[in-house]
């Protein structure tokens, strides 16, 4: 059974910093590209940042550039998102997803197979 559990969320100040945590299970570490994706109360679910499993390349949303980094861990089927200068805008619920593939990068959530149930990040002074 496939599961993806986020941890890490909270209250911060602005400015502040955060690292999210999603642990997988169920096989699917390798051969998943593993993403972020974050949704704000009254808006659309929004990509966040993704990291393809063949070769670690990343790639973010404009919003999240230069602030935030993902990583990941295969020897502890983790992945992380590193979250700094953290601004009021951020606060939403931060899901990790799971999207099988060999190539591409995927950054709509309709691409991903498996979803977490998400954490709270509340940036807020």
């Known amino acids: 059974q496939v599961r993806l559990v986020e941890s890490g969320g909270g209250l911060v100040q602005p400015g502040g910093s955060l690292r999210l945590s999603c642990v997988t299970s169920?096989?699917?570490?390798?051969?998943?590209?593993m993403g972020w994706f974050r949704q704000a109360p009254g808006k659309e679910r929004e990509f966040v940042a993704v990291?393809?499993?063949?070769?670690?390349?990343?790639y973010y949303a404009d919003s999240a550039k230069g602030r935030f980094t993902i990583s990941r861990d295969n020897a502890k089927n983790t992945v992380y998102l590193q979250m700094n200068r953290l601004l009021p805008e951020d606060t939403a619920v931060y899901c990790c997803?799971?999207?099988?593939?060999?190539?591409?990068?995927?950054?709509?959530?309709?691409?991903?197979?498996?979803w977490g149930q998400g954490t709270q990040v509340t940036v807020s002074s």
């Open positions: 997803a799971a999207a099988q593939g060999q190539f591409g990068i995927p950054t709509r959530a309709m691409e991903y197979d498996y």
């Open positions: 990291i393809r499993w063949r070769d670690g390349v990343t």
């Open positions: 169920g096989n699917i570490f390798s051969n998943y590209h």
